[in-house]
């Protein structure tokens, strides 16, 4: 699939504030910062304390003089429920349990369509998380990992040396973060033959005390919905709710073709009425210019 939608380049290099290459020790340019980039610079510091570099690089990368940045994919899922997307597409489902049944195995790649929130407030790409593995009264019901991949394909990408990547991630329902019992349920995001950019585990689940279901993000042993930036929103569950998340990442990339994959990897196997999730407000940009 080639570029779908294209904007105006914007340089960045025509803000009065970032004529000159900035020093970043000097504590006059930080002064000079747009307060929405000081902002998303304190919450990456928050976020990434372990690995703050490529933190701030995410966010001055384009901003830098001499930086152009040019969105080519922008998406918010609106067409009608049902919609399928040829860019998207989603791994087969894949599932494993040492009991059996439900056992091991995998099952056929499902269409990816958008679909609407429970309280009909917003559509997006989803619901993904996999069906449901087996009945109750398998001996081994409830205790499945289920892994599904969802991935963007773009091509025909302008020439650039790196990618800019921001959405919001869905997290619906029951994900129960590092719980022993009922963990860990985890996403991740990678570019194909590229990448990792996060791995971690995300939580709904609020008893932390009797099971333990702190999340990764943005740090170890966080509480449910940390950082997330609503949660509640979308009419799921009055108890584990949803929580939606807006990250962004900036990195070196420099082919005419992209995939960028979504993954969840979770834990129980009691299909997307129990656990699931969906993306939205997906936006590439190419940055090209100073190295």
């Not at 269409?111 to 917003?122: D, I, P």
């Not at 081994?140 to 302008?158: A, C, E, F, I, K």
């Not at 005390?209 to 979308?234: C, E, K, M, R, V």
């Amino acid at each position: 699939m080639g570029v779908i939608h294209a904007a105006t380049e914007k340089s960045f290099k025509e803000n009065k504030d970032f004529k000159q290459r900035p020093s970043w020790h000097d504590p006059e340019m930080v002064l000079r910062l747009p307060e929405c980039m000081l902002r998303r610079m304190n919450q990456k510091v928050q976020d990434n304390r372990d690995n703050l570099f490529p933190a701030l690089l995410a966010i001055l990368l384009p901003y830098a003089s001499g930086t152009q940045a040019a969105m080519v994919y922008s998406n918010a899922f609106n067409e009608p429920m049902g919609t399928t997307y040829p860019e998207w597409s989603s791994s087969s489902i894949t599932y494993s349990n040492k009991i059996n049944p439900p056992g091991s195995g995998s099952l056929p790649a499902p269409m990816v369509t958008n679909t609407n929130s429970a309280n009909h407030a917003q559509q997006f790409l989803g619901l993904f998380g996999g069906p449901p593995i087996g009945v109750p009264t398998d001996p081994g019901w409830n205790r499945t990992r289920v892994d599904q991949t969802v991935s963007l394909s773009l091509s025909n990408l302008p020439p650039h040396r790196a990618l800019h990547l921001s959405f919001d991630l869905y997290i619906i329902r029951s994900w129960d973060g590092d719980s022993p019992a009922y963990g860990p349920d985890r996403f991740i995001l990678s570019m194909a033959n590229g990448p990792t950019l996060l791995d971690t585990t995300f939580s709904n689940n609020p008893k932390t005390n009797s099971d333990g279901s702190f999340q990764s993000y943005p740090a170890p042993n966080s509480a449910p919905w940390t950082g997330a930036l609503s949660t509640g929103t979308l009419g799921y569950d009055r108890f584990f709710r949803d929580a939606i998340y807006r990250l962004n990442y900036t990195f070196p990339h420099a082919t005419n073709r992209v995939k960028i994959n979504f993954t969840s990897s979770l834990f129980e196997g009691r299909g997307s009425a129990d656990e699931a999730w969906g993306l939205d407000n997906v936006i590439v940009s190419t940055v090209t210019g100073a190295d």
